[in-house]
């Protein structure tokens, strides 16, 4: 099979998977970290393939919606791919990138991380980018609907320096997931491309949360 074969193969399986995901992580969510991926990889010397298919199947099965459970992605995107007589190489290359690529295990005490690659580092600057900005926002406020989650208490502090095993259990409001995560991703990024990126929406989630506060308490402006 091509390359292009098992492109719109893949494409065909991830929409038909994740017909009744979450707004937040659906097919729409998988063509933007695509698309930014595809983008980023113009500038990077990068096995295109490897990132195409890293990027599709990245979410595939988040663990937060199976309980937790980490490996059903990797596993079902091995099966997939397999399934299409994908090179073994590629097919590593792939797991290894969804095994690798969320924000929660860059918050695990050991800092040096298990496995990297440019190919890695490109789709996780696209997943992080569809997490900013005026995207990220939506997508956090969905998510927050999605769990019942308040939107806003100012008597429950964010925690920027969460574990990982607290980040995976917070019930916090949404608003404190900007501080958590969202604010915190674009001194994360990996290429040039993706901080370039990463810089506009980042202001964009700042002007938000300034007029955020002033709407919530209008007679009392945060300083």
């Known amino acids: 099979m091509k390359d292009a074969e098992i492109i719109e193969g893949t494409i065909s399986f991830v929409k038909e998977t994740l017909r009744e995901a979450e707004g937040g992580h659906d097919w729409f ?6 698309n930014n991926a595809l983008h980023i990889a113009k500038t990077e010397k990068v096995d295109v393939q490897v990132v195409s298919l890293g990027a599709l199947l990245h979410d595939i099965a988040d663990a937060k919606f199976h309980n937790g459970d980490e490996s059903v992605g990797p596993t079902l995107a091995k099966s997939f791919l397999q ?31 298990p496995f990297n690659s440019k190919e890695l580092q490109v789709v996780q600057d696209a997943d992080r980018l569809d997490a900013m900005g005026a995207i990220g926002i939506a997508r956090a406020f969905n998510y927050g609907g999605f769990k019942n989650r308040k939107l806003y208490d100012p008597k429950i502090a964010p925690n920027p320096h969460l574990t990982k095993t607290q980040y995976k259990n917070s019930n916090a409001p949404t608003i404190n997931h900007f501080y958590e995560k969202l604010l915190l991703l674009k001194d994360k990024m990996n290429t040039n491309t993706g901080k370039r990126l990463a810089q506009e929406r980042h202001q964009f989630m700042l002007n938000y949360l300034e ?7 209008p007679l009392e402006p945060r300083s």
Request: aromatic share 12%; proline share 2%; no cysteine.
């Open 83 to 113: 399934s299409l007589k994908v090179p073994k190489s590629t097919i590593a290359h792939v797991v290894q990138i969804i095994q690798n690529i969320s924000f929660k295990n860059s918050l695990t005490k050991d800092k040096v991380q």
């Open 29 to 34: 969510h998988i063509q933007r970290v695509f």
């Open 211 to 217: 007029q955020f506060y002033k709407e919530w308490n």
